[in-house]
C-alpha cells in the first residue's frame, strides 16, 4: 500500500517548521512493512502546494494521503482536522499572493469531509505527554487550502493534522512518534492492519 505524507517547509518566524520535521522522524519510523511512505515538503504557496498535491495523486495515485501542518497558536496540541474548506482564503502567502476569489476550486463544493472519521479516530487514541483535540476548521491559510485541494483531487481520501511548533517539551522526534500512533490507528480505519 502506497501513502504519502507532506509537511511544510520555513515561513514567517519558523526557520524549521515542526510539520516536515515530524514527517520526516515518521519516515524513520515507518509503518510497518506493508506501507510503502513517501513524503515531501510543500512550500508554504497557495498555487505550488496546489501542483504538488495534484501530482502526488496523479502520478502516485496513493491510498492514503496525509497533511501534517504547523499551528503556530497551538501550544502542545495535535489536531485533527475533518474537512476543508473552498472559500475565504484571502492571507498572503510567501510570496505574497492569495487565491483569485479566494477560492480553491471554481466548481468545488463549499466544503468536503474526509473518509477518515476524525472524531473516532481522536476517541480511540491517547499520545502521553500532548493533548489531541477534533477540529472542523483548518483555519483558511495554507493548510486548509492545501487539505481541500487534496480532498478534491483525491476522491476525500486525504487527512490533516496540525502539531505545535518545536519546543523544549515538543521534539521533532517526539512528533513523529505520535504522528506513527495516529496513522496506524487512521489505516486500520482504512482497513489495514499492521504487520
Not at 70 to 98: T, V, W
Not at 119 to 139: H, M, P, Q, Y
Request: proline residues 4%; aromatic residues 10%; neutral net charge.
Amino acid at each position: 500500500y502506497l501513502s504519502s505524507f507532506s509537511g511544510f517547509g520555513p515561513f514567517r518566524q519558523y526557520l524549521v517548521n515542526s510539520s516536515w520535521e515530524a514527517v520526516k522522524e515518521l519516515s524513520k519510523r515507518g509503518l510497518g512493512k506493508t506501507i510503502d511512505l513517501r513524503i515531501m515538503e510543500l512550500p508554504v504557496v497557495y498555487q505550488k502546494a496546489k501542483e504538488q498535491v495534484f501530482k502526488i495523486w496523479t502520478t502516485l495515485q496513493p491510498l492514503l494521503t496525509v497533511h501534517v501542518g504547523l499551528a503556530s497558536s497551538a501550544k502542545a496540541l495535535i489536531i485533527l482536522e475533518q474537512c476543508g474548506k473552498n472559500k475565504g482564503y484571502q492571507e498572503m502567502d510567501a510570496c505574497g499572493f492569495h487565491p483569485e476569489g479566494g477560492c480553491c476550486m471554481l466548481d468545488g463544493p463549499e466544503k468536503i469531509e474526509s473518509t477518515i472519521n476524525m472524531k473516532t479516530l481522536w476517541k480511540n487514541i491517547s499520545v502521553e505527554g500532548i493533548d489531541i483535540i477534533f477540529s472542523r476548521d483548518a483555519g483558511r491559510y495554507i493548510c486548509d487550502y492545501t487539505y481541500y485541494t487534496s480532498l478534491y483531487y483525491g476522491s476525500e481520501r486525504a487527512a490533516f493534522i496540525h502539531v505545535p511548533p518545536l519546543s523544549e517539551s515538543v521534539s521533532a522526534d517526539f512528533l513523529g512518534k505520535a504522528l506513527q500512533t495516529i496513522i496506524l490507528e487512521m489505516l486500520k480505519q482504512c482497513g489495514i492492519e499492521r504487520e
